[in-house]
């Protein structure tokens, strides 16, 4: 299918007043610094740079096609422009960026391909973008993983003897190959980590692995990190012994290892809750999410899995919104912005030791 312009936005088009965020569909530091991309209640794009004052409307990705907050692929910067990809409530794939000098939305496809489209992710690789989505095959009726390139939709199926059933994530390692997650399952039964890569010859699918507590009913695959090269696949296994976050990781020597994070103490990981994951300055991994506490929760490596107790951004706040929550790397930890349904965004930021909570500039 043959790109089409469905429509064109105007930095310009300013207002001062806060849109009804509902989420976040990313946030990137580019050339105007931290910049973030919501989403509000009608499924309009808006972007904020920080520090400054409004937030300029981005449209719908086509005239009646809004984008939900669970179909968010994700933005990044890159080639010297921020790109924002979205999933329609058409099925499909929308981009919106600046690149060819004037803001655009470009239809990108896929529903002629696949149903049920669910993103995992988005890489810039070779100077290409590389999409990630993993939906129904209309032609075999199996859930499949499809990639988008500037080549157009490739379809790069399933693993052999196993089967995908989640979102993971995309990254590219530090040998500079792309890699997209899935958690699924195998033939013969139990739970199993897929990851695709692209060798250098061809797209193909291998196995991280089982977790050593072997759950079958894992909520979510949260999402993917890099570390010094290193890949961080996060997982929240509610249905598993303990509750606890496990992850699995490739550390340099190749293989692929299961480690169990644990639980913050004196609480537990909130059911059917989906984190966020980011490398800091200080090239650790930190995970965001929340707890049945209602209380916000990071969690990094310091020597060992650390839990730390981010606290509420105010006392009675609705922060289940999270699950569309943006964080980017700033100086050695990232800060967290998220929307509370008070109708301010907020942001969570660390001295190294303590997180606090303030309300970001422009919400009020």
Request: hydrophobic residues 40%; charged residues 5%; negative net charge.
């Amino acid at each position: 299918m043959e790109n089409e312009l469905i429509q064109s936005k105007s930095f310009t088009d300013n207002v001062n007043t806060m849109p009804a965020i509902r989420g976040f569909a990313g946030a990137i530091t580019g050339n105007n610094g931290t910049e973030l991309y919501a989403i509000d209640g009608t499924g309009v794009l808006w972007r904020n740079i920080l520090n400054t004052p409004g937030w300029t409307n981005l449209g719908l990705p086509a005239q009646g096609v809004g984008i939900n907050l669970n179909t968010v692929v994700g933005a990044l910067f890159a080639n010297g422009y921020a790109y924002v990809f979205v999933v329609g409530n058409d099925g499909n794939l929308y981009q919106w960026t600046a690149a060819s000098g004037a803001a655009t939305w470009t239809n990108l496809g896929g529903n002629s391909n696949f149903t049920i489209p669910t993103p995992v992710g988005v890489v810039n690789w070779n100077g290409n973008n590389n999409v990630y989505i993993m939906g129904m095959n209309i032609a075999g009726g199996a859930m499949n993983l499809w990639l988008y390139t500037n080549n157009g939709w490739l379809n790069l199926g399933a693993p052999q003897g196993g089967t995908i059933g989640a979102p993971g994530g995309a990254i590219v390692t530090g040998l500079g190959n792309p890699y997209a997650f899935t958690l699924g399952g195998l033939a013969t039964g139990g739970g199993c980590a897929w990851y695709n890569q692209w060798n250098g010859n061809a797209y193909v699918w291998q196995s991280a692995g089982m977790d050593p507590e072997n759950f079958n009913n894992v909520n979510h695959i949260n999402s993917i990190n890099l570390r010094d090269g290193n890949a961080y696949t996060f997982f929240t296994a509610m249905n598993s012994t303990d509750g606890a976050m496990h992850v699995c990781c490739n550390c340099h020597d190749g293989g692929w290892g299961w480690q169990d994070c644990g639980v913050p103490t004196g609480t537990t990981i909130k059911s059917g809750f989906c984190s966020i994951a980011i490398t800091g300055g200080d090239s650790n991994p930190y995970v965001f999410l929340q707890c049945n506490d209602n209380n916000m929760w990071c969690c990094t490596f310091n020597n060992g899995w650390v839990w730390q107790n981010m606290g509420a951004p105010a006392p009675g706040l609705n922060v289940n919104l999270v699950l569309n929550s943006a964080a980017v790397p700033g100086s050695a930890i990232p800060t967290l912005f998220m929307p509370g349904n008070d109708g301010n965004i907020y942001m969570a930021s660390s001295d190294g030791n303590n997180w606090s909570w303030s309300v970001m500039p422009s919400s009020n």
